[in-house]
């Protein structure tokens, strides 16, 4: 049974590019979420995809923005990086069908952004 | 407003027992969560509480007391590998809200 996995591992950026981050959801799962964690902190959430749409959004900037495709898989996009972008951005996929009070949420591995 | 909290850092002896603390203020409470982060690695799931009560799950259990907004994670005959960060996290109950709230995590560490 595959789990999260997320791609790529890490990467390094420069202020002001662009970066898209990967995730395929845990097998059966179809609802993704993706957060920041900064070191040393929780993870702050970033928003969640189901049906191929933003279903929620935390308190991040229109620079974040993000998909779903058909099969689940999702993208987050952050353009105009700064600085403060530097963090682990991990992927979430939980179940809908299984009860919207206990779907908990399984992660991937993360992706270590750097933006220098 | 939204605030959880967890001590930063506490330090248990291998084989002994240790009590990690939430405590949580939300508009709503739906279910509280608690995770397992390993360095550099993903948070894993360890529990689950919505009702009021102990959960036990081998090793680990987990209180919740929801009139307090409190919880607390019971670890019990610790190894060198349960050195980790402990995360906790609420899911608020308002329609339409399906994000998790963080804790900024405890990190256990476990001496010989």
């Known amino acids: 049974d595959a789990g999260v996995t997320q791609s790529p591992t890490h990467l390094i950026k420069t202020r002001g590019q662009q970066v898209t981050l990967r995730c395929s959801p845990k097998s059966g799962h179809d609802t993704v979420s993706w957060y920041q964690q900064a070191l040393g902190q929780g993870p702050q959430f970033i928003f969640q995809y189901y049906e191929e749409e933003e279903r929620q959004r935390g308190n991040f900037p229109d620079r974040f923005s993000g998909h779903q495709f058909p099969n689940y898989s999702s993208e987050l996009n952050v353009n105009a990086l700064l600085l403060g972008d530097s963090a682990l951005y991990l992927c979430a996929s939980s179940r809908v069908g299984g009860g919207a009070f206990h779907n908990e949420q399984y992660f991937g591995p993360g992706t270590r952004l750097t933006v220098t | 407003g939204q605030n959880i909290d967890q001590p930063t850092e506490m330090t248990a002896t291998e084989g002994a027992i240790v009590q990690i603390n939430c405590t949580y203020q939300?508009?709503?409470?739906?279910?509280l969560f608690w995770y397992q982060q390993h360095a550099g690695e993903a948070p894993t799931f360890l529990s689950y509480?919505?009702l009021d009560g102990l959960e036990e799950k081998g090793r680990f259990s987990s209180f919740l007391s929801r009139s307090k907004g409190y919880s607390y994670l019971l670890l019990k005959e610790l190894q060198m590998k349960d050195s980790a960060s402990y995360l906790c996290a609420v899911r608020e109950a308002a329609w339409g809200n399906y994000q998790l709230i963080w804790g900024a995590g405890t990190k256990l560490i476990i001496k010989p």
């Open positions: 939300t508009s709503g409470f739906n279910g």
């Open positions: 509480n919505v």
